[in-house]
């Protein structure tokens, strides 16, 4: 018969003196017992904080006791005498690892404090959670969902509506995406949660996607709307759009100190362990050169180090994008949205003088995106009809409702008319759109004119939203004359 025997967690419970009297009654040497003493209590820690290894600290076994509880409220209790910070119990918890809950609730009640376990949660993180899990990621996603919730995107226009998703993306996830690596679901379930809030919709809700995701966050000048453009979380994510770390962050070199000559990524580019890879290059070579190439490539070494002169400051890294080679979050996020975005793109024209809400109706109208009927009818939504609701002449597209509609001609001729443009012809909404940028007038007037026609693109518009579902149809003389 074998009896195979486990001891449970030895190394916490076990007698150190119990250890070292057994081992002297078993003939051990005191030399040999001492060495095992210094193993014992000589055996150093350390954390690791963002990648720097803390202060190291002595390793001690430990006991689970209520005795050990009451000492530590004593000391507690001593500190708020000496510092007047006083440890509210009420609000503390006390959390196990690997102890029953029954003792675990024996040590709160003496602390007078409430027991808990992992998970928990400490300054706004998740302690003991398995962060690879999407499980794990809830609290996030809710956050989520509370701040772009439906109601929200019923009473706020398209321009509150990107205002708010810009301020949720660039605040709930930073902490989070700064300490965490994100799954690829978590990160798609988070951008499903914006694409329908931006639309008008909720996760039960899911309101028609006008203008594909991508194109919406790109930059202004990639043809978006300039939010941040994708949650990134994994670095050969921004390898595919084209960004490789190590060029985009070089080490400037001071005093030398703090860099490795062959490791690091002081020259740009490439290491110089990866540049030079023959193993004869070094600055004591042990051996004669065994080939041309060998020699070749130390002179190349010696070439790149010929202009290197340190100085008494400290290495830096600079950022090598900006002109300021400092790095910023903000610098980083442009450049991951200007590589990461369609080139072929034409610019998104916005005036600042006007709201938001107008510009991003102007730049739904230049993508010909709007829920015009014949826009709605190409997606499958049954309509009884697909002609204009304003002149039943034609079918309603963008370049109807806008520039051949009756209404939109005689509207522009009154707008141009007033700035004393009367030979001015309609020919398609792009002209409209753009014509600001060649019509003789003094730049100063430039802007004020762009208003002008974006607001009566805005007018035409809401007009016509009005005649569709308003029981009362709006007067066509009271809009000329508004």
Not at 128 to 150: D, H, T, V, Y
Request: charged content about 20%; some cysteine; overall charge positive.
């Amino acid at each position: 018969m074998f009896f195979k025997v486990d001891f449970e967690k030895a190394f916490d419970y076990l007698s150190w003196s119990f250890l070292l009297s057994i081992m002297e009654q078993m003939g051990f040497s005191s030399k040999w017992r001492k060495w095992i003493h210094s193993c014992l209590n000589s055996a150093f820690a350390s954390i690791l904080i963002n990648g720097s290894p803390t202060k190291e600290f002595k390793l001690e076994r430990g006991e689970w006791s209520i005795s050990n509880a009451k000492n530590l409220s004593r000391i507690l209790t001593c500190f708020h005498l000496a510092s007047g910070l006083k440890v509210n119990f009420n609000k503390s918890k006390i959390i196990s690892v690997e102890v029953s809950y029954e003792d675990l609730n024996i040590i709160a009640s003496s602390f007078g404090c409430l027991a808990s376990q992992f998970p928990c949660t400490y300054l706004g993180l998740p302690v003991g959670a398995k962060m690879s899990r999407c499980c794990s990621w809830e609290p996030l996603i809710k956050r989520f969902q509370n701040r772009l919730s439906k109601w929200k995107a019923n009473t706020l226009s398209f321009g509150g509506r990107l205002t708010l998703i810009k301020s949720v993306i660039g605040s709930l996830g930073v902490y989070y995406f700064s300490t965490f690596k994100a799954p690829k679901k978590v990160i798609h379930k988070l951008e499903g949660i914006r694409r329908r809030f931006f639309w008008g919709g909720n996760s039960n809700v899911d309101k028609i996607s006008w203008v594909a995701w991508d194109k919406v966050v790109s930059p202004r000048n990639k043809g978006g709307l300039g939010t941040w453009s994708r949650i990134i979380n994994l670095k050969h994510e921004l390898t595919k759009v084209g960004i490789n770390l190590p060029t985009v962050f070089k080490k400037k070199i001071g005093d030398g100190r703090s860099t490795s000559f062959w490791h690091d990524h002081w020259l740009g580019g490439t290491t110089l362990q990866e540049s030079f890879p023959l193993p004869s290059i070094s600055w004591t070579r042990r051996r004669s050169f065994r080939s041309e190439e060998e020699l070749n490539e130390q002179n190349d070494l010696i070439n790149l180090l010929v202009n290197l002169h340190l100085s008494n400051g400290s290495d830096v890294w600079e950022f090598t994008y900006d002109a300021s080679r400092r790095f910023s979050v903000n610098n980083m996020r442009k450049l991951i949205s200007t590589m990461s975005s369609d080139n072929t793109s034409h610019p998104t024209r916005w005036n600042k003088l006007l709201p938001s809400k107008v510009n991003i109706l102007t730049w739904r109208v230049l993508n010909k995106r709007l829920p015009t009927r014949f826009n709605l009818d190409w997606r499958g939504i049954d309509l009884d009809m697909v002609r204009c609701p304003l002149c039943n002449n034609d079918i309603e597209t963008e370049d109807h409702l806008f520039v051949k509609c009756p209404l939109a001609i005689d509207t522009w001729k009154f707008v141009f008319s007033r700035w004393q443009f009367t030979e001015i012809t309609n020919s398609n909404l792009l002209d409209i759109l753009t014509m600001v940028d060649w019509l003789p007038m003094a730049h100063k007037h430039r802007k004020f004119f762009d208003v002008v026609v974006n607001t009566t693109i805005w007018a035409i518009w809401n007009h016509r939203n009005k005649t569709v579902f308003n029981l009362k149809r709006p007067q066509r003389s009271c809009f000329l004359m508004m």
